[in-house]
């Protein structure tokens, strides 16, 4: 989403890191290449405005104009600033309370409510041990009614039974019982959205609010809508006095303008991040890593984060132990391309390394997706028996396998030649250490 932010605002840096000293002259300058580039990503107005006369006020510090590094200071205090305009310290959601403790979700239509409302349920189960309670309050949408029931069923979580035809206030006090009943410990409530803001729909959502007194009012806004989505946020704020705010669509390819918006003119925390459409595709919000991947330098603790989720730590020794056997099989690296995909596509992954935009004109992910996609179809289109043990593909058996798999016997060849490459490689790290890998290894699969 932050993509030409990102690339204009390293121009800027660059230009800055030629200049050798940092005056008044230039960082006034570097400034106004910054504002015209926020502007572009539709940054409203007033928080451009605030976000530059913070900067200047610090980049014109006795501490950057004397440093031996003054562009790398000045791209901490960009960074810093950009924190602080996402909200500072990242915040939990607090679910302190006696049980159960209710979230209502609110937001317009088409605003992704209802499968946010399923991804942070989700999250809650898997995260932090708590037993979510669906309830679809939506009875203008039956359609949305019977999303939230299937996507319960998946999730395998307990769901409120809603009829279109009961009252809203009605449905959410009934699912509260029904919800200590079955010893739920959270109540998820997807509202009602319209086109836009009416006083019909605030009034409604504000009986609730009385009706089952909510630990957090959490607006879910679209950020492929820009300033519209700061506004809407905004009105529902004034009705409702919300607790957080839900970024839907952070993946889409929307400037990135109300992400960096919403917060400062709110004045309420962004709690998550959507970052797909699958169940799993929910972040926790931490401001200074979306900063840091704004200005290009990469958030390793989410890429971290993302392969603690996926991996099994008995599955992680169980591969160390045929690692050191030497018996790692082509059904082992089937299993591990398997738990990669799991963790995002290519590019999303590469996003979280510093330092690789830079190489972006020099990387086709496309053909990095479809690369990985062979490998996987090769393997697949090959006997249990041949996976464990590759050794005994003779020519026959690499055709049929090129055929099976849609590629070419050369591609077989080539992925066989890799993978012994490769295992060779993990018997150097076991007899000599890393160390003596180190300038001499070619990474696998190119």
């Known amino acids: 989403m932050f993509e030409a932010l990102t690339d204009k605002l390293e121009l800027t840096f660059k230009k800055l890191r030629g200049q050798g000293k940092i005056s008044e002259t230039n960082i006034d300058e570097a400034l106004r290449e910054v504002r015209i580039s926020l502007l572009e990503a539709d940054v409203h107005f007033k928080v451009v405005k605030s976000f530059l006369e913070s900067v200047r006020a610090k980049a014109l510090g006795q501490e950057v104009l004397h440093s031996l590094t003054p562009d790398q200071q000045f791209i901490k205090i960009v960074r810093d600033e950009l924190t602080s305009l996402l909200g500072g310290e990242h915040q939990d959601l607090d679910l302190k309370g006696a049980p ?90 997807d509202t009602a959205g319209r086109l836009h803001i009416d006083q019909e729909l605030m009034q409604e959502l504000g009986a609730i609010k009385e009706g089952v007194h909510p630990k957090h009012i959490l607006f879910t806004a679209d950020a492929m809508t820009g300033q519209d989505a700061v506004k809407q946020a905004q009105g529902f704020n004034e009705w409702l006095d919300l607790t957080g705010i839900v970024l839907t669509k952070l993946d889409g390819d929307a400037r990135g303008g109300a992400a960096l918006s919403i917060r400062e003119m709110v004045g309420k925390p962004i709690f998550f991040a959507g970052i797909g459409e699958k169940v799993e595709a929910l972040e926790v919000f931490y401001p200074d890593r979306l900063a840091s991947r704004i200005l290009g330098m990469g958030d390793v603790l989410s890429l971290i984060e993302k392969a603690q989720q996926v991996y099994d730590q008995k599955e992680v020794q169980r591969l160390e132990k045929l690692t050191k056997k030497n018996q790692f099989s082509l059904e082992d690296f089937q299993a591990q391309l398997r738990q990669i995909k799991k963790m995002g596509s290519v590019g999303e992954l590469l996003e979280l390394i510093p330092g690789v935009r830079k190489l972006a004109p020099q990387a086709d992910l496309s053909q990095a997706e479809g690369e990985l996609k062979r490998v996987e179809a090769i393997i697949n289109s090959m006997t249990v028996q041949e996976r464990r043990n590759p050794t005994i593909l003779n020519g026959s058996r690499r055709r049929r396998i090129a055929g099976g798999s849609g590629t070419t016997v050369t591609e077989v060849n080539r992925l066989m030649k890799q993978f012994m490459e490769m295992k060779k490689m993990m018997q150097r790290v076991n007899k000599l250490g890393p160390r003596a890998l180190f300038g001499r290894v070619r990474t696998p699969f190119h």
Do not use: H, W
């Open 100 to 189: 159960p403790v209710v979230i209502m979700l609110v937001g317009l239509q088409g605003s992704g409510k209802t499968t946010t409302l399923a991804k942070l349920a989700l999250f809650l189960k898997k995260e932090k041990k708590r037993s979510p309670y669906l309830v679809p309050a939506d009875i203008y949408r039956p359609a949305a009614i019977e999303q939230l029931k299937v996507l319960a069923r998946e999730l395998k979580l307990p769901v409120y039974d809603s009829n279109p035809e009961t009252a809203p206030l009605v449905i959410c006090k009934k699912s509260l019982d029904e919800a200590k009943k079955q010893l739920c410990d959270t109540v998820l409530i």
